[in-house]
């Protein structure tokens, strides 16, 4: 891979970011929405395995690549949409993981529906101005207007009846929200990470629907494959 910064690549530190949402070794993990491998290489890295899952079966030659020159082999990649991940891959797994892709969602909750994982984390950029995101002095992340607050992530996740166990801070620009389909996993929901106070979350807004960039394309592109770099 070329080592210039990609067109995804604003979420420092992914290991880190894996730890905040409980990856651990053993588990069955799908990256959705995984663009060009930037977390499904750090996730195959832990997990037994990851399905990487995206819309653009050129993204997901890109993450093949990544992961070959890595080494890494536990991994299969499939193009299709995120709405048919059941389809998509039916095998059962213990967390779906979803990074920089939440906010283009046009409809979070026929997608939460459809997650029948454990868990399901979603890593969003901060809701603020994209002019204050910079990395390396440019603008990053998607624009200011579908950026989604914490509770507009849970909001929109809660409505198929997800409990959110954490919310976590990842700075600079990011922080993690992670849901899961049966009980926290502390009941006082308090807990610190390395990347500042993990706290129980409350849902405020209920009304959540946008459009992001990469969702206009999505109605053209209905190919579907399976294969593995195994
Ligand atoms: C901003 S990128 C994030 C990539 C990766 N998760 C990361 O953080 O590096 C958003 C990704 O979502 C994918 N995507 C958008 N809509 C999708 C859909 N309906 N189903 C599957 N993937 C989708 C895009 O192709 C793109 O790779």
């Given at each position: ?128 101005p994209r002019e204050?995101t ?5 603008p990053?992340g998607?624009?200011t ?86």
């Amino acid at each position: 891979m070329s080592d210039k910064p990609g067109f995804f690549e604003g979420t420092p530190d992914p290991a880190g970011v894996l730890a905040s949402v409980g990856l651990k070794p053993g588990m069955e993990v799908i990256d959705l929405c995984s663009g060009d491998g930037w977390f499904t290489l750090q996730i195959a890295k832990i997990a037994r395995h990851v399905a990487a899952i995206d819309i653009d079966p050129t993204l997901l030659d890109v993450a093949r690549v990544r992961l070959m020159e890595a080494g890494v082999t536990n991994c299969s990649f499939i193009a299709g949409d995120a709405y048919d991940i059941t389809r998509l891959w039916p095998e059962t797994v213990d967390l779906v993981f979803m990074a920089n892709a939440f906010h283009g969602v046009p409809d979070p909750a026929r997608l939460a529906t459809a997650v029948k994982a454990g868990r399901f984390a979603i890593v969003n950029w901060h809701a603020r101005p994209r002019e204050r995101t910079t990395i390396l002095g440019e603008p990053r992340g998607p624009k200011t207007e579908l950026r989604l607050t914490p509770e507009k992530t849970i909001g929109a996740v809660k409505m198929d009846g997800l409990q959110c166990l954490t919310l976590v801070e990842i700075p600079p620009y990011h922080s993690t929200a992670q849901f899961s389909s049966g009980r926290p996993l502390k009941s006082d929901g308090r807990r610190m990470s390395a990347y500042g106070t993990k706290r129980t979350c409350r849902s405020r807004s209920l009304n959540v629907r946008f459009w992001g960039e990469c969702v206009a394309k999505l109605s053209l592109r209905r190919s579907l494959t399976h294969d593995s770099v195994a």
